[in-house]
């Protein structure tokens, strides 16, 4: 099985572009969590999606970031329009329906895509 | 408020020395605790969780409810654990984690 998969691996835009990332979760997982590291600091999390429903979108930083799961299946975070302070690792991490795992909340991680704005 | 504290940036260690890596947390509710670990390269990875009680790779991590830590040790390090650590909490009944800052451990021989 592939995995979570992210793309870009890496990207670099100017500060006012839009960039748009996506994450492929291991197919039949209906959690979809995105996070991001900011240089220096801890991986923060951003929202959580059941199936194609924002379940918690508490740690989305402000309305230049929208979040989406067409059909419960890949999602996309894009920010629009870029700042400087949006640099950072974004990663995506999915899992099952705690029902099928036993209670294990563990969480598959994708590489990250790394978003460099200058 | 929820918090996980990573003191240390950098540990390094020498291969075949011991290696404990602090976490410690806030948290009001009742606690669940991971460690993730990212080797160079590859992503981040579940490496031990507190209800499993498992030792992985020679890991272990014990919850210690009364001094609200969850200590990552390792009683002989291999170079191969050379990596990112995370101590993580998780916040809500959906699974969301909250992580540390991280700590680098560098193992030489």
């Known amino acids: 099985e592939a995995g979570v998969t992210q793309f870009p691996s890496h990207s670099v835009i100017e500060k006012g572009q839009t960039v748009t990332l996506r994450c492929d979760p291991i197919s039949g997982h209906d959690n979809l969590y995105w996070y991001r590291r900011v240089m220096g600091k801890e991986i923060k999390f951003l929202l959580h999606f059941v199936k194609e429903s924002k379940q918690d979108e508490s740690g989305m930083p402000n309305n230049r970031f929208l979040a989406e799961r067409t059909g419960g299946t890949y999602s996309t975070l894009k920010v629009q329009p870029a700042e400087l302070e949006d640099s950072g690792v974004y990663f995506c991490?999915?899992?099952?329906?705690?029902?099928?795992?036993?209670?294990?909340?563990?969480?598959?991680f994708g590489p990250g895509t790394r978003l460099t704005v200058t | 408020a929820q918090r996980v504290t990573q003191p240390e940036k950098l540990l390094s260690v020498f291969k075949g020395a011991p290696v404990e890596l602090k976490c410690n947390y806030s948290?009001?509710?009742?606690?669940?605790l991971f460690w993730y670990v990212q080797y160079s390269r590859q992503r981040l990875q579940l490496l031990l969780r507190h209800i499993s009680r498992e030792s992985i790779k020679g890991f272990t991590a014990d919850l210690n409810k009364g001094e609200t830590s969850f200590h990552l040790k390792k009683p002989f390090a291999q170079e191969e654990d050379s990596a990112m650590y995370y101590c993580a909490l998780r916040t809500d009944s959906w699974g969301k984690l909250q992580f540390g800052a991280g700590t680098q451990v560098v193992v030489t021989p």
């Open positions: 948290y009001s509710g009742s606690p669940e």
């Open positions: 991490a999915s899992s099952q329906d705690r029902a099928k795992t036993g209670g294990s909340y563990e969480q598959y």
